[in-house]
């Protein structure tokens, strides 16, 4: 399998590269059995080319990885969120189908829960400035687009300098698709500290799942859209009991990444302090708290402070490492997979420092194609990758 590399630059602040190494690489014997995702990525990664009989399978397609900046004009730094714009995305504004957000934590004296910028990459790895704030807001990892046509993103600030965490509670924003804001502020008993959130998008109605890293709980917030007017028509403490404080380097330590199987109404959720991953059942309609939930992953050699998590398209859940919890040197800025019965399937590293692994995303293209995006929070960089998945299984999806 040959991996070439694009010599030309997309524009000024694109760069096409091949990514760091991925460690503990894969037996080479045993590629039917790993999932798509981390395969095609250890093979981008290490320059690899396997020449078993289903290597066919396992090819790259003839896309370039893409690396852009996630700088804008104003110096805002520290990216977190990250979000794909859906096809059936409205037209008619700034975003198309396609497209790419990020959503920045911190201001250009990478002062903590300060930035207020979300930037746009297009497809062929353009990048401009989507949304600018005004202070005091802190755009964390929760972001998500639309089908309605807006953009929902999760604001967890500081109005102190230096930062005090916590200092306010925060509040979710919607944005309408030309980059403004479409509503005051959404502020609520049910938002304490939104870290990170994820949405099950029905259209006219979105549950928002948030984890509230000030208290370390995790909340739903049922939405509707009547025309542009947005309204929570339920909300629900659904699971509490995370580990949760202030900290000095990282903010805020508690429950962050959410991933929701809808199919089954689980909720996936990543809590940094407790270094596991939990599932509470019956997300999407209970009205009670279920406590932490049940553990479905605890894995001290791979996780070193699970932050953001999503589900991919094979069933199996992909997150990113703090390293501020049971660091490894040899393990820096990692996002494992995982499947949901808890069985390790390989990691990849975004950065050789630690501390660099955040938010991520991945999206079905169609069949044989998703796209997987993360962040290097050290670099200040988005990195997307276009991945073939043909005949690729998880044996463990039933």
Known sequence: MKIEKLTSPISTNVEITKKSQIRKMFNPGRLARFSAIATTLAILSAHRAFADADDRNQQILPFPTIT?????????????????????????????????LISNFNNNQNIQGTGTTIIRVTPNGQTSLFFQGSAPLGLSTGLAVLKAGFVLVANCPTNNLPPVPGALLGS??????NGNLAAPPLVSSFIQGPWDFTVQDDGAKVKVFISNV???TVSRLDLSFNGGTLAVQNAAVIASNYMHRVDPATFEV????LAYDARRDILYVASTGDNEV???????????????????YADNVHLHGALAM??????HLLVSNSDGINPDPNQPSEIVEFTVQGQFIGQLSVDPAQGGSFGLNIVKVSDDVVR??????NANTITIWKLNTANLTDPQRN
């Open 214 to 216: 000030v208290n370390g």
């Open 310 to 315: 999503v589900l991919a398209p094979n069933g």
């Open 372 to 377: 997987f995006a993360a962040v290097d929070d």
């Open 172 to 177: 979710l924003l919607l944005i309408d698709k």
């Open 278 to 296: 939990f599932a509470v059942r019956n997300a999407g309609s209970r009205a009670n708290s279920e406590g932490t939930g049940r553990v479905v």
């Open 68 to 100: 852009a900046s996630t700088i804008p004009a104003n110096g805002d730094v520290n990216p977190y969120g990250v979000a794909f714009v859906p096809p059936d995305f409205p037209a008619g504004g700034q975003l198309n189908p396609g497209d790419l």
């Open 254 to 257: 508690g429950p962050t990444g």
